[in-house]
């Protein structure tokens, strides 16, 4: 088939019927004559998560304080099933993960209970492509532990600005690394990395292995189990349509099992103990011993719908929709756009590309507002970046058509010269 060809209505029609069986569509809010495209920042609101929201309030309104151990729902082990019904997401036992706190508290309180710079291991391995806040939390550690960042944080540097080599990250690891950090998805490129063989070369060096996995969860599957990696922390409110500020998660292998946190806190106590009120810490006994204060249930709430729904689909049929849509995508950028200036950083090979396109155009800025008075939803990244994500639940095959036929129109009209080239306060 010619890139013609594969540039039309017909063509776009087709694939939706080849992958439809996993589109939920019809289960979002989906504003009219709107596109979004920006998933892999905020996934839209489900009915289901929408419903369990209510469901919360009802629980609050109805049972009052009773509510942590009454009701449909009871409050008190809620963060443990909202655990249990993630982990296959990210192919680990129930007990290994909890939904807990945000991606940087997280990151913190991991670091809190695993960092302990001693026997001459006393770096942290990152690399300079990271989302900015994993760094800040590294190097705010390394100062607690009274270290200098600049000479205790190794970042592993990129070829093109753009990806990672894994043999560039295990050259990294040397003697006076103690844990690597690093993103399952690049959030700019969306290349996927090799997290087991970076988790393999790890160990192999006696250097404990974490995982940021905000980019990644919801959109790829993982075997964290299999690939016997240390821990790893996310945000939900992305892939997995959690809602702004929906409360994050953390995976914790059962062999640390037993580790006394960093930061304690009540609620990481022993179910069975925790109304003891006993200035003696009993921590609980799989990865809830990692929580501090009570959660924040109308932030969890949403979850519960949510994961229902991604589980009714599964992860290997949305990551198999997903792939068609960003391969779709990123054909039509090349073929359709390239005469424009626009180029594709991210990995054209499916098992190294995660949940979105990566373009680059030097009026990226401009060219994302002129996307959006086109009533399509993009993510723009300084200095030149644009971040297209077709969600496997709810976009559609023709809307990655329309989006690049739209896009055609922008710079064949100059509609782009309307706006400035710079960022919106919030990108």
Known sequence: MTASEKATKAYAIELEGRYAGTSRRNEFYIQEDII??????????????????????????THGIDGWMQGECPWFQLSEELGASMAPLIGAKPEEV????????????????????????????????????????????????????????????????????????VEAMTDDVAIVILSGVLYRSGQVLNMEKVTEAA???GILVGYDLCHSIGAIPHALDAWNADFAFWCNYKHLNGGPGATGGIYMNEKHFGTQPGLAGWFGSAKDRQFDMSHTFTPAEGAGFLQ?????????????????LMNEVGIEAIRERSLALTGYLQELIETELAEYGFTVTSPKNDEDRGGHVFAVHKEAARICKALKANGIIP??????????????????????LETVTILKRIMDEEQYKQFENKREVVA
């Open 292 to 308: 501090m204060g009570t959660p924040h249930l109308l932030s969890s709430a949403p979850l519960i719908g949510a994961l229902e």
């Open 98 to 169: 909890i939904v807990t706190g945000s991606t940087t508290s997280n990151l913190h309180q991991l670091l809190a209970t695993f960092f302990k710079p001693e026997n001459g291991r006393t770096k942290i391995l990152a690399d300079e492509l990271n989302f900015p806040t994993d760094i800040y939390a590294i190097q705010s550690q390394l100062q607690l532990h009274g270290l200098n960042p600049a000479d205790h944080l190794i970042q592993v540097k990129s070829r093109d600005g753009q990806t990672l080599h894994t043999e560039d990250i």
């Open 203 to 205: 160990h192999a060096r």
């Open 379 to 400: 993510d723009f990244r300084t200095p030149n970046g644009i971040r297209l994500a077709p969600v496997a639940l709810y976009n559609t095959f023709e809307e990655v």
């Open 36 to 61: 979004y495209f920006d998933g892999n920042s905020l996934g839209l609101l489900s009915k289901r998560a929408e419903a369990s929201v209510h469901a919360m309030m009802d629980s609050w309104k």
